[in-house]
T-cell receptor, first 114, second 109 residues
Framework: AQSVSQHNHHVILSEAASLELGCNYS??????LFWYVQYPGQHLQLLLK??????LVKGIKGFEAEFIKSKFSFNLRKPSVQWSDTAEYFC????????????FGGGTRLMVKP | NAGVTQTPKFHILKIGQSMTLQCTQD?????MYWYRQDPGMGLKLIYY???????DKGEVPNGYNVSRSTTEDFPLRLELAAPSQTSVYFC????????FGSGTRLTVV
C-alpha cells in the first residue's frame, strides 16, 4: 500500500525566511503528487500538483515543488514566506494502480512570525 | 457553481446515536470520497465511490456506511456513534483534480 511521510510536524519561521517542507512517499510505480494547504478553519485548497513532465512544479502564491523520482520525494518550497502563509500543509499521492485513492501525509503545521 | 457542499458544518452527537453527513457536488464528477481528519494524522479515507451505485471501502471504514444513488449525492452514515468518531469529516469529488467541501466538525459525547 502507498504511504506518505511528512517529517516536519511543526515549523516556525520568521517572515522572509525560506521554506522547505519534506514529503516522501512509498510506491514504486507511476504517481500523481499534490500539495494542499489548509488555512485555520477552512477546507483544503490545492497549491500545486505534478502529473508528468517538468519535475519542478510551480503553484499558487509563490510555492513550488520538485519531484525527485530517485528519492521518492516531492518537497515544497517557497523562497520568502509571509505571515499569511501560516497554515497546515499536506502532501498527497495518488498511485495509478491504487484504486483512485488519494493518500495524505500527516501534515506540517507552519507558523510564520511577523 | 457551488462545488462540493457539506452539511451540517458542526454537530454534537451522543454515544450510540446515528446521523448522516450530507455531501453534494454539482460538477458531475464520477469520483467522490469521504475523509476524516484527526490532528497529526492527515486525512484518512473512509469510503469512496467511482460512480452512482458503486462504493468501496477506504482505509478506515469501520463504523460508517455510504450510498451513492445519484451522481450528485454521497451521504456518509454513522451508526451507533462512538467517541472515536469525533473528527472533522471532508467530502471530496474528483475530475482531473480534487475539490474538497468545507468540512463537518463532529463531536461524539
Amino acid at each position: 500500500a502507498q504511504s506518505v511521510s511528512q517529517h516536519n510536524h511543526h515549523v516556525i519561521l520568521s517572515e522572509a525566511a525560506s521554506l522547505e517542507l519534506g514529503c516522501n512517499y512509498s510506491y514504486g510505480g507511476t504517481v500523481n503528487l499534490f500539495w494542499y494547504v489548509q488555512y485555520p478553519g477552512q477546507h483544503l485548497q490545492l497549491l500545486l500538483k505534478y502529473f508528468s513532465g517538468d519535475p519542478l512544479v510551480k503553484g499558487i502564491k509563490g510555492f513550488e515543488a520538485e519531484f525527485i523520482k530517485s528519492k521518492f520525494s516531492f518537497n515544497l518550497r517557497k523562497p520568502s514566506v509571509q505571515w499569511s502563509d501560516t497554515a497546515e500543509y499536506f502532501c498527497a499521492v495518488n498511485a495509478h494502480n491504487a484504486g483512485n485513492m488519494l493518500t495524505f501525509g500527516g501534515g506540517t503545521r507552519l507558523m510564520v512570525k511577523p | 457553481n457551488a462545488g462540493v457542499t457539506q452539511t451540517p458544518k458542526f454537530h454534537i452527537l451522543k454515544i450510540g446515536q446515528s446521523m448522516t453527513l450530507q455531501c453534494t457536488q454539482d460538477m458531475n464528477h464520477n469520483y467522490m470520497y469521504w475523509y476524516r481528519q484527526d490532528p497529526g494524522m492527515g486525512l484518512k479515507l473512509i469510503y469512496y465511490s467511482v460512480g452512482a451505485g458503486i462504493t468501496d471501502k477506504g482505509e478506515v471504514p469501520n463504523g460508517y456506511n455510504v450510498s451513492r444513488s445519484t451522481t450528485e449525492d454521497f451521504p456518509l452514515r454513522l451508526e451507533l456513534a462512538a467517541p472515536s468518531q469525533t473528527s472533522v469529516y471532508f467530502c471530496a469529488s474528483r475530475d482531473y483534480g480534487y475539490t474538497f467541501g468545507s468540512g463537518t466538525r463532529l463531536t461524539v459525547v
